[in-house]
Structures are given as structure tokens and as C-alpha cells.
């Protein structure tokens, strides 16, 4: 897969999971980090290290996807 491709299929998944991040919550992911490809959830779990050890196990490139930790409604994070 090339750079650009990679790069595009990132910024699409990016953009699925703050769209659906409330969908996400209502599905019990809050808390956890999400492994996301192709719009959907690959992998879920409290510890970021569950998420690459599932990843693996189903073969795939956890440097390749979209992971991201799904804070409460309302969480406010300062940078």
C-alpha cells in the first residue's frame, strides 16, 4: 500500500470515529482505546497493550491504523 494510500485511509478513519464517538459510547467503549479500520472497531480494551496484542493476533499492523481512547461525554483534555 502506498504512503498516500495509507495516509488517506488514516484521515478517513480519524474522521468515522469523532463522528461516531457518541455511537461509540452508547456501544460501551468508553474508557477503552479503539483500534478503527475501514469504519469499524478491530479491537477494544482498557490497556492500550490488550488493543496491539488482539491486532496481532488477527495479523495486522497496528502502525497502519487508527487507534484512539474514547473519553466520557464531556471530558475535557488540555494540552
Known sequence: ???SQILQRFHTDSE???KHINK???KGF???FVAI???RALASSE???SVLDELESKGE???MLFIEFV???GYTLIL
Do not use: A, V, Y
Open 24 to 26: 461509540l459510547r452508547e
Open 71 to 73: 473519553h466520557p461525554e
Open 1 to 3: 500500500m502506498e504512503q
Open 47 to 49: 490497556n492500550i497493550n
Open 37 to 39: 479500520k475501514n469504519s
Open 30 to 32: 468508553t474508557g477503552k
Open 61 to 63: 499492523d497496528s502502525s
Open 16 to 18: 468515522w470515529f469523532h
